[in-house]
């Protein structure tokens, strides 16, 4: 079986780029930009692939290996997570800060996104710190801490004009997804909603939580809205809560993930932005 083998990264130089080139041994070699080309009819193995990836690593590049010929033509969906893959922060740990919470919650979301950690259960008693936080802390949050991902806008703007549709689908919190949706005029985006009375955080989420089984159903649910099939709906994210999500997806993408994300990925970007994707489906 032959593949093409995308190589990738933001400070790559190129002589990096055809070093692992020649150890990935394709027929053909050509340059994407400044910091990426293709490896073409690459004989493809599993020792092979990870002896490229390992040694790309080392090396702060993105590889991956991908059929020849697919496109973003192929897919009618981009599903994203927020929290570390969309945005740079975890709104909950920077919402704790204002409680002077952060070391505690992060280490309870560190845990959740690694999967040691049942997820539904773990935002239930994160959130329950953040109990008579006023509300206003949230725009705080929106307006000095989060700050899209590298390559995140140029991603949408080209999976936008290639006509495919967006969704955000998020184990965070409403008052961001909305206002990103906005934003970045994505179409579709789900999340928790944070409990408010009398303009404080009553540490209680209303409705039922976005956990992993709540991601993945949406990602179908949506799909099914727009007559497509799963397996033309490229999903991204970064820790285990994502992981069913992905599991259906025609493409999944870890951006900065977890290791048990990014072991069960097809594709995986950790030095390279969100906008890496464009060079992969090119």
């Known amino acids: 079986m032959t593949m093409n083998l995308v190589l990738q990264g933001p400070q790559a130089a190129p002589d990096t780029l055809a070093a692992l080139a020649r150890l990935a041994g394709g027929v053909r070699t050509n340059t994407i930009n400044a910091h990426a080309l293709r490896c073409e009819d690459v004989a493809f193995t599993a020792e092979l692939k990870a002896q490229v990836e390992q040694a790309a690593f080392d090396a702060g590049v993105d590889a991956t290996f991908i059929e020849a ?9 981009v599903a994203m997570d927020m929290d570390s893959t969309l945005i740079t922060i975890e709104c909950i740990d920077e919402i704790a800060d204002m409680q002077g919470l952060k070391p505690q919650v992060a280490e309870i979301t560190e845990a959740a996104m690694r999967g040691e950690l049942d997820f539904a ?34 991603m949408l703007q080209a999976v936008q004009a290639a006509g495919l549709k967006t ?17 970045l005029k994505l179409d579709f985006a789900h999340a928790n909603v944070l409990e408010v009375a009398n303009g404080k955080l009553t540490g209680k989420v209303a409705g039922g939580i976005v956990d992993a089984e709540e991601k993945k159903r949406t990602v179908q649910r949506v799909c099914g809205e727009l007559g497509i099939s799963p397996a033309q709906a490229i999903v991204m994210g970064d820790g285990a809560n994502d992981l069913k999500m992905m599991g259906i997806a025609g493409l999944s993408v870890a951006f900065r993930a977890k290791p048990v994300v990014r072991a069960q990925a097809s594709v995986a970007l950790n030095f390279s932005g969100l906008d890496g994707l464009l060079n992969i489906l090119a």
């Open 69 to 77: 010929g697919r496109s973003l033509r192929d897919f009618g969906l």
């Open 121 to 154: 259960a773990s935002l239930t008693r994160r959130v329950a710190l953040l109990e008579g936080l006023e509300a206003s802390a949230l725009e705080r949050v929106y307006e000095e801490r989060l700050r899209i991902s590298m390559g995140g806008e140029a």
């Open 167 to 183: 969704l955000l689908v998020s184990g965070g919190f409403t008052f961001f997804t909305e206002r990103l949706q906005q934003r």
